[in-house]
């Protein structure tokens, strides 16, 4: 197999390596599927280098209160209201002092972080909470199943056990399946989407701006990483359970706008290029969306076959 179709057949997390332009720039000696599958510590630096996770970008106004503040790779998005700020995400360790400058850059206080919110307890996207909670005070908000993750650094992942782990953080409210959280003029969501981790969590922001109405919404949940085991020998009992109510929990979504928690699911790049001159228009994608999670639906039931020994349905 080629090294960019290894890559794309190890993970859907790694499919930014099969562009070209980055496959030239990595060496030659890339892992196998397996080797990403067995190894935790080689799959997280592939997916950094890969991905950019670590790598600084500029920040820029989605819609309305709506700001992302992450990295090349990674979605962080602050919400700016009239009464304060609501973070979410906060990327890898390191992402910390970049979504400071980012926050910054924007003319906003990171101080004025009331309430930090989270899509799910893994290092890419939890790395920087306690970072930001000892600066801010912020209230950090967690879905239930995410909890323990959370406040232990994820040191007991039914995959990484405590191979990415990181420093923890206090949860102090503990979220369900729909409850909300209200700041200002911004009203968020919460809906318990899990699979990825126990209790990965998708956003909808119901938003008024310039007089209309706009659904905006942050999916997570439905992506699997190599070694995830669904079928036989599921990884935690219940996953594929979990995984199937996630896809018909994100298919009754229906977002005018969508964006997420890894960049290059919702090309970020081309859009935020295109907002320069379309503005709010180009972030629209509501076809995009339904796109999303028809390919996470299709490659859940991809690896489901696999694992079962049938040929693919898509494949
Ligand atoms: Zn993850």
Redesign the pocket.
């Known amino acids: 197999m080629s090294i960019s179709a290894r890559l794309v057949a190890a993970s859907t997390l790694l499919s930014a390596l099969a562009f070209p332009a980055t496959a030239q720039t990595l060496p030659q000696t890339l892992p196998s599927k397996e080797q990403l599958a067995n190894d935790n510590k080689l799959f997280v630096f592939w997916a950094n280098k890969a991905l950019k996770w670590e790598e600084p970008t500029e920040p820029v106004g989605i819609i309305g209160p709506i700001y992302f503040v992450g990295t090349k790779g990674l979605g962080v998005f602050l919400f700016a209201t009239s009464e304060g700020h609501i973070l979410m995400n906060t990327g890898m360790p390191s992402s910390g002092p970049m979504i400071l400058d980012s926050i910054r850059k924007l003319g906003f206080s990171p101080k004025d972080i009331k309430v930090m919110i989270n899509a ?1 307890a ?1 290092i ?2 939890a790395g920087a909470f306690a970072f930001m909670k000892k600066l801010t005070g912020a209230q950090v908000a967690i879905m239930q199943d995410d909890v323990a993750a959370m406040e232990s650094g994820d040191r007991d992942d039914f995959k990484y056990r405590d191979d990415l782990a990181y420093e923890g953080v206090k949860v102090d409210r503990v979220l369900r399946d729909g409850d909300t959280v209200q700041l200002g003029e911004v009203l968020l969501t919460a809906y318990h989407t899990p699979g ?2 126990r209790g990965a969590t998708t956003w909808i922001a119901n938003l008024a701006v310039d007089g209309k109405a706009y659904v905006v919404a942050f999916p997570d949940g439905a ?1 699997f ?1 190599p070694g995830y085991r669904i079928a036989k020998d599921p990884s935690y009992p219940g996953i594929a359970e979990d995984y199937r109510k996630t896809h018909y929990r994100l298919e009754m979504i229906k977002p005018d706008i969508w964006l997420a928690q890894h960049n290059e699911y919702y090309d970020f790049e081309g859009k935020r290029k295109r907002a320069e001159t379309e503005g709010v228009r180009a972030w629209a994608d509501a076809e995009g969306y339904r796109r999303f999670v028809a390919g996470k639906k299709r490659a859940f039931e991809d690896q489901v076959d696999d694992e079962l020994g049938a040929p693919s349905r898509s494949r």
């Open positions: 799910h893994h890419d996207h990825h981790t992506g990483n």
